[in-house]
């Protein structure tokens, strides 16, 4: 799951978060970590322009610092970057914040990237917006060099170059894994081509089954023979029947019920689901998280 209160768009930000913080944010991640959730997620904005804002809001904390404090409070749970704007920063800046990160996590990193979509966050950092694709793909190709068991990592590329500079910690893990986010044609092509696994953003269950295939046809095309973590977002879930609203896209009911539901996003080939709870409070929250693991989840495989 995405963790709630480090960001806050009016997508779907409960009004609860407003107030809330660190506190709730560590006992939501504990709560994760004794439950069983694969992963807990976090957004990546530097700056939103005023003309956003409203319906963005302003409240984006930074991956690294946050995930880099999950990691010392929680034991098993990966860390995703869901997703972070690796082209607005130098690949060895986000190799070493990541790579310490993962070392510092005993290796329970997923970094996932993405092309970014707020122009003036490009313009303020002086980064060219209208080639943040291939700026990514690139920036991609360098963090593979410098996220490797090398110390003194080696690439060379049309914008990014280093050799001779070395950096440690290393990763704990061998190989970082890379999921690549976004639904668009690009993006599609971007996971299938360079990542380890591919986030989709928004699709509804009926595009997906022909996303999915797209996205294996190009990986074959490529000649990439590794296997592609495909993950999903789920619709809103409330486990069991609320008393009051809570949206006509949520997922209500008994728990058989809903993991009857979800097992549809396996048939696709999808192999992890993103999970969001309604709630009205920190609490309500952690009760929703502790009975979709107990009662759902052992349902879904």
Known sequence: MQLPVQSQSTIYAEPWEAEAGAEDLAEIART??????????????????????DAMSTVWYDPVATL??????????????????????????????????????????????GAGHVQEEFEALGVDFAARGPVLDETIDALRAALGEEEYP???GERFSFNGLGQRPRPAQQRVPLWVGGSSPAAVRRAAVRGDGWLPQGDPRGKLPAQIARLKALRAEAGV????????IAEPLYVGEPSWETGRRTLTGKPDALAESLRAYAAMGVHQIQVRFRSRSRTELTDQMAAFAADVAPHLN
């Open 154 to 156: 080696e690439f060379a």
């Open 32 to 53: 994760a970590d004794r439950a069983g959730f694969a992963y807990l997620a976090t957004c990546d904005h530097v700056a939103i322009p005023r003309r956003l804002a």
């Open 225 to 232: 023979t590794e296997p592609i973590e495909i993950g999903a």
């Open 68 to 113: 880099s404090f999950l990691a010392g409070i929680t034991e098993r749970v990966l860390l995703l970057s869901h997703v972070a704007v690796v082209g607005l920063r130098h690949p060895l800046v986000s190799a070493k914040q990541y790579a310490t990160l993962d070392h510092l996590s005993g290796g329970r990193l997923v970094l996932g990237v």
